[in-house]
C-alpha cells in the first residue's frame, strides 16, 4: 500500500474527524457504534483508529479542538463573540457533551484529563484577556481572574445544557447585556457603574 504524503495524511486526519463530529451529533455518543463511524466517515475501521486509539480518544480530539477554539475567539474578541458562538452551535452537537459527561462523573482519571484539553497557550490567553480588562478598568477586579474564568465558565455551560435540551435561552444580545453588567466594575457606591465594558 502506498504511503501517505503528509497533505493526504492531514486530509485524512480532518475527513476523520468531520465525519465523526456528524455521527456524534446524529447518535449520540454511545449511538455512534463503529459501524455507523465507518459509515459516516467512508473509511474503514482500521483506517479511522489507526489515528485514535478508540471511541473515547476520538470524541475527546473534537472537545479539545472546540476548547481550543472557543479560547482563541475569547482571546482574540471578548465575551459578546464567545456568547454569540455557543448559541449558534449545533444543539445535537452540544447535547454530546452531556451525554459524555456521565463518564466524568465516575472516573476521576478522565476527569482530571477533560480539565487540561485546553492548550495552555490558549488558556493563558483568555487570562490575560481578563487580567487586562481588570488593569483597564473594563471588568471588575474585585473578583479574581480565576473566578471570572469559572463564572463564565458557568454562564457558557448553561446555554450548552439550555440548547442541547431543546429550551428556548435568551437572545445573543440579551446574554451579551447580562454578561456585561455582571462583569462591570462596581461604582464606589456599591452599584454597577452605567459605563458599558468592550467586553
Not at 493526504?8 to 463503529?34: D, M, N, P, W
Request: aromatic letters at 8%; glycine letters at 8%; charged letters at 30%.
Amino acid at each position: 500500500m502506498p504511503r501517505l504524503t503528509e497533505a493526504q495524511k492531514s486530509e485524512r486526519h480532518e475527513r476523520i474527524l468531520a465525519g465523526a463530529r456528524r455521527c456524534f451529533a446524529r447518535y449520540g455518543y454511545e449511538g455512534a457504534t463503529v459501524v455507523r463511524l465507518e459509515e459516516e466517515i467512508g473509511l474503514s475501521r482500521g483506517a479511522i483508529f489507526n489515528w485514535f486509539p478508540s471511541k473515547q480518544e476520538l470524541f475527546i480530539a473534537l472537545a479539545t479542538r472546540d476548547n481550543e477554539r472557543l479560547l482563541v475567539l475569547f482571546a482574540e474578541e471578548g465575551i459578546e463573540a464567545l456568547i454569540t458562538a455557543m448559541t449558534e452551535d449545533d444543539p445535537d452537537w452540544l447535547a454530546v457533551y452531556l451525554e459524555f459527561g456521565r463518564r466524568l462523573k465516575g472516573d476521576a482519571d478522565l476527569r482530571e484529563r477533560w480539565k487540561s484539553i485546553a492548550p495552555v497557550d490558549a488558556r493563558q490567553r483568555s487570562r490575560g484577556w481578563i487580567e487586562a480588562g481588570q488593569k483597564a478598568k473594563r471588568l471588575r477586579d474585585d473578583i479574581s481572574a480565576d473566578d471570572i474564568g469559572r463564572f463564565l465558565g458557568v454562564l457558557l455551560d448553561g446555554i450548552a445544557v439550555q440548547r442541547a435540551l431543546g429550551f428556548d435561552s435568551p437572545a445573543p444580545e440579551v446574554l451579551h447585556r447580562l454578561a456585561r453588567a455582571a462583569l462591570r466594575p462596581p461604582s464606589r457606591s456599591g452599584n454597577p457603574q452605567k459605563r458599558s465594558p468592550a467586553a
